[in-house]
């Protein structure tokens, strides 16, 4: 089953007094890192949905940006103008807000997984995967059937604003922290679901700011190698693949590849075949700094064929 992955950057920030999406975040920005982590756990396309006119930091090629089509709508709104975008290119959709800095490529997968039964009609199986963690139900940290796009969009011509609406006229599977945490790797990765706190205040944002970078594992292959940096494997602390490689003193740039969690690493070399989508993108290799890591992540580095 195809997946993909929605962020609505479109919200007015009031609480937080500037837009959340251009917050620095580790050297790169809040909205940059969750269109890095949806794009690593769903392998597919990645819509923003921004405000009309709204300015955004950059984003990595290939991110597909709409206009909300109608001001102050609320969350409904941007599903309905994300999933629309999605259809016909991925079944399923992870819709999520840009205030989760934390966010972490197993839960996204673990939510997503809740609707990979496949379907022989339309009223088979649960359109939407509903965090109900922490507390709260997590509407914009959830999974959508990208189908649901003419019935967003209904409801919001109907003026019924909020996901309480939608939820009530399709199928919910409801995960709760238990139901959640049954997935081992999730398990490991994120075992207080941090993935699901939010910034909406300064202070929230200075608070989740002075944490420490995830803590990952690089290891070294080849030319890449010398007295003053030991292959490894080695543990660091880095929000992205560039702050990765700064911390074990390697110039990342043209003639070197990062590649993310992989099995086809073999004497310095990567094995060809195709990227394999498991919970955090096993396999991503890229030469772009900026893709950003996650606790329990290692990071090959390689020298570029």
């Known amino acids: 089953m195809t997946s993909g992955g929605v962020v609505l950057a479109g919200g007015r920030s009031s609480r937080m007094g500037t837009p959340k999406a251009a917050l620095e975040w580790h050297g790169s920005t809040l909205l940059r890192r969750t269109v890095g982590i949806l794009a690593r756990a769903t392998g597919g396309p990645v819509v923003v949905v921004r405000a009309s006119g709204q300015d955004l930091p950059d984003l990595p090629a290939g991110t597909v940006v709409v206009d909300d089509p109608r001001e102050g709508k609320g969350p409904v709104q941007g599903i309905a103008a994300g999933l629309a975008v999605l259809r016909g290119r991925a079944e399923t959709a992870f819709v999520t807000s840009t205030d989760l800095p934390f966010l972490h490529p197993a839960f996204v997968s673990r939510v997503l997984s809740a609707l990979d039964a496949p379907r022989a009609c339309p009223r088979d199986g649960p359109d939407v995967a509903l965090p109900v963690a922490r507390g709260y139900q997590q509407p914009l940290a959830a999974a959508y059937r ?71 594992t690089v290891q070294l292959f080849g030319t890449l190698i010398n007295v003053g940096r030991p292959a490894g494997p080695r543990a660091v602390r880095a929000a992205t693949v560039g702050a990765a490689a700064i911390t074990v003193g390697l110039p990342f740039g043209r003639n070197v590849t990062a590649t993310l969690n992989s099995d086809q690493i073999n004497d310095g070399q990567i094995k060809q075949g195709p990227i394999k989508q498991g919970p955090i993108n096993q396999g991503l290799i890229t030469r772009d700094p900026s893709v950003p890591l996650a606790a329990g992540d290692t990071v090959f580095f390689t020298p570029a064929p």
């Open 146 to 216: 990208t189908s649901l796009a003419e019935l967003a969009e209904r409801l919001v011509a109907q003026d019924r604003l909020r996901p309480a609406f939608l939820f009530a006229e399709c199928s919910v599977t409801r995960l709760d922290d238990a139901v959640l945490l049954a997935d081992p790797v999730l398990a490991a990765s994120d075992p207080d679901l941090d993935s699901l706190l939010n910034v909406n205040t300064l202070d929230d944002y200075q608070a989740a700011r002075r944490r420490p970078a995830p803590e990952v």
